[in-house]
Nanobody
Framework: DVQLVESGGGSVRAGGSLTLSCAVSGYPASTDCVAWFRQAPGKQREAVATFFPALPNREYADSVKGRFTVSGDNAKKSVYPQMNNLRPDDTAVYYC????????????????WGQGTQVTVS
């Protein structure tokens, strides 16, 4: 079975940093995409960043460009978004998700989801 487990969330002051982790089991291969999304209270889930192990480029939402960097460890099958210069509007539950072959910012196209981890910026 495919499982994605997020960790690393917490509370931080504005301007601070956090690194999340998404541990993947059963999926994906190097030809698959792992993405990060977030959902703030009362808002729709939105894409944050995508990570495709076989390619060097990463895609980032405009709201996090220059502040967030996503990397991966193929041996550990983990994906890590490093979040710097956090702002109160970054407060949300952060989810990792996986799908086959290509990355997209479209939430509905992801097949597998983690349970989410809370990030609170004050």
């Amino acid at each position: 079975d495919v499982q994605l487990v997020e960790s690393g969330g917490g509370s931080v002051r504005a301007g601070g940093s956090l690194t999340l982790s998404c541990a993947v089991s059963g999926y994906p291969a190097s030809t698959d995409c792992v993405a990060w999304f977030r959902q703030a209270p009362g808002k729709q889930r939105e894409a944050v960043a995508t990570f495709f192990p076989a390619l060097p480029n990463r895609e980032y939402a405009d709201s996090v460009k220059g502040r967030f960097t996503v990397s991966g460890d193929n041996a550990k099958k983990s994906v890590y978004p490093q979040m710097n210069n956090l702002r109160p509007d970054d407060t949300a539950v952060y989810y990792c998700a996986a799908r086959r072959y290509t990355c997209t910012f479209r939430t509905e196209l992801y097949d597998y989801w983690g349970q989410g981890t809370q990030v609170t910026v004050s």
